[in-house]
């Protein structure tokens, strides 16, 4: 993101992509101005924190007018750096790592899975969903070499931390981890915890005891 993000409030910060993702089905879709309401009613955030979030980037809209959404959508493409391509490598070619080279997020235009790494030898050396897949042995020589920034971790837990060890070496500044390990990096790498079984554990926690009450966001 570009230095102007990276002032707001992180909870701004990661509403932006949803914005920006609703804001290309509007404009593919015709639309020429939407209500802060409207929006709302797409992305479930409420009217008020949209109005904020929008506010922390001065005048993007016009009272009892709404926003432009030609406007919107390219000023948020230039904040999220959106003709910049991110190039990510993906460490662990097991079913879910294979299940993120195959879809390698088709609809954002600034994030691609250039390359992947792996142990198993019946999968090096070949390509999942056109991504060539190398070995573990040389990830560190490649990502330097690539300058490669971003990373996802789908590896077994138990060596989670050994490869994140190696990632430190590297250019990666940060990590989308997969696993149910917990890193330990430097303050210079960021690193996003995404624990699939905890997650369903507190959806299924919040469904028994809170069943009719609003989402948070």
């Known amino acids: 993101m570009s230095n102007e993000t990276m002032k707001i409030p992180q909870a701004t910060a990661k509403r932006l992509p949803l914005y920006y993702r609703f804001l290309q089905n509007l ?8 209500s802060s309401a409207e929006l709302s009613e797409a992305v479930k955030v409420d009217s008020a924190t949209i109005r904020r979030d929008f ?14 959404v030609t406007y919107l959508l390219s000023f948020f493409r230039k904040t999220l750096d959106q003709d910049e391509l991110t190039k990510v490598a993906l460490i ?49 020589q490649y990502l ?36 149910p390990a917990r890193l330990n990096v430097p303050s210079s790498i960021r690193v ?19 069943p009719n009450d609003e989402v948070e966001e």
Do not use: W
């Open 92 to 140: 662990g070619v097991g079913n879910l790592g294979t299940a993120f080279l195959h879809y390698n997020f088709l609809k954002n235009n600034n994030t691609k899975i250039a390359c992947a790494f792996d142990v198993d030898p019946g999968k090096i050396g070949g390509s999942i969903g056109d991504v060539p897949v190398y070995s573990m042995d040389d990830i560190e």
């Open 192 to 210: 996003h915890h995404i624990d699939l079984a905890v997650e369903l554990q507190s959806l299924v926690y919040f469904l028994k005891h809170y």
């Open 144 to 179: 330097i070499d690539e300058n490669i920034s971003v990373a996802i971790l789908t590896v077994p837990a138990p060596v989670a931390q050994q490869i994140t060890d190696k990632l430190v070496k590297t250019n990666v500044k940060g990590v989308l981890n997969f696993t």
């Open 27 to 34: 404009h593919s879709s015709g639309k020429q101005r939407v």
């Open 55 to 68: 506010s922390y980037f001065g005048a993007l809209g016009k009272k009892g007018y709404g926003y432009n």
